[in-house]
């Protein structure tokens, strides 16, 4: 089984585009760093829920859009050692707070042990 830290943040639509290039260069540095699989998804069908959901989760504002992400590793030990290496990384380091296109006071994230895995593969 592998291991899958999870990430779910709300993005203004206005910052969609700067959100995916910070985005992109974050991806690099954790598949280098060895991470096997990096994903970033912006909402397409969510809808608000009566009692939870992403909008409410990350109190989403009119002019946001809920962002979802994962990042796959072999084990927590393997994950562990990514991040470590990837948060040490110049290219993250040099991320400031300032330079975030999003609320990252809203942003909720955890380590998952997957129960079932499935691949078409």
Do not use: C
Not at 53 to 74: C, G, H, M, N, T
Not at 94 to 113: A, N, T
């Amino acid at each position: 089984m592998s291991y899958v830290d999870g990430f779910v943040l709300p993005v203004p639509r206005a910052n969609v585009d700067a959100y995916r290039r910070l985005a992109r260069k974050a991806g690099k540095v954790w598949m280098e760093h060895g991470a096997l699989e990096y994903v970033e998804a912006v909402a397409d069908d969510v809808q608000p829920g009566k009692l939870t959901s992403f909008p409410q989760a990350v109190k989403l504002k009119p002019d946001e859009v809920v962002v979802f992400s994962w990042i796959r590793y072999r084990s927590r030990a393997h994950r562990d050692k990514v991040n470590k290496a990837a948060m040490a990384d110049p290219r993250v380091a040099g991320m400031g707070s300032e330079q975030m296109p999003f609320d990252g006071k809203r942003m909720f994230w955890g380590g998952f042990k997957p129960i079932v895995e499935l691949d078409a593969g």
